[in-house]
């Protein structure tokens, strides 16, 4: 009760001032459950596979991870698959990575979702795609199915598994992809890519959505603060791909997408698309 009351007051604050819209009540029906309890006198702890909960006592858990310093409140949450899942709020010092020089430049893609200026290519995983069929074959079935009846309910359990896989996959590959440009470089830089107004071009929305390139943004810059690295981000509006890095020609040929390769008219040198409008976001980036 108590954590209901804070999350009440918080939400009006918000309200109040003009952040949010107004309140509105936790829908039953709503397939995510959760509720948060606070840590007073280790009433939260765990041992081994066991995990101790106010009211609950100890119950039996998959433990993910170990846990690091003092414990604050935990949340069990049951998401749409029916999976039931416990979050723990730790208070911890997150120390800074040991500092080193490399600077990258990346250009996200839809091809290739990331193309770097030291030559890495990370291909894009499409997991939305992957699964567009199945996802596709069992909504339709919860289409005809009698809706609140149990065949319905069969269905919409395996609809809400199906986008679990698919969000699994997504989070795996963000996280090692991100984690691993934050250890390794000093200086990140990136496009400010408008998400929003860009799902708007209908053909290209569907992918657009399914790279998850804003949740790549959120995950690089919050990861990049608690270990002490720079992002700079370049403006979204400057001519990335067009722009011979090595000697700043504005070549508008390349305007079209269909262009992979281009040679620069002005010094003869050769470019991929994707590596130079990576080293025009690192030069670029503030
Ligand atoms: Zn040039």
Redesign the pocket.
Known sequence: MQSAVRHVADSFDRFFKKQNQAPRFKSRKHPVQSYTTKQTNGNIAIKENKLKLPKLSWVRFANSRALEGRILSAMVRRNAAGKYFASIVCEVDIHPLPQNNKEIGIDLGLKEFAVCTDGLREANPKWFRHYEKKLAFWQRRMARRTKGGSNWLKAKQKVAQIHEKIANGRHDFLHQLTTRLIRENQTISIENLRVANMLKNHKLAKSIADASWGEFERQITYKASGYGRTVKMADTFAPTSQT??????I?QEVKNLSVRQWT??????L?DRDENAAHNIKQMAI
Do not use: L, T
């Not at 011979?244 to 020609?249: A, P």
């Open positions: 011979c890095h090595v000697c700043g020609f070549n620069c008219p002005c010094c003869d040198a470019h």
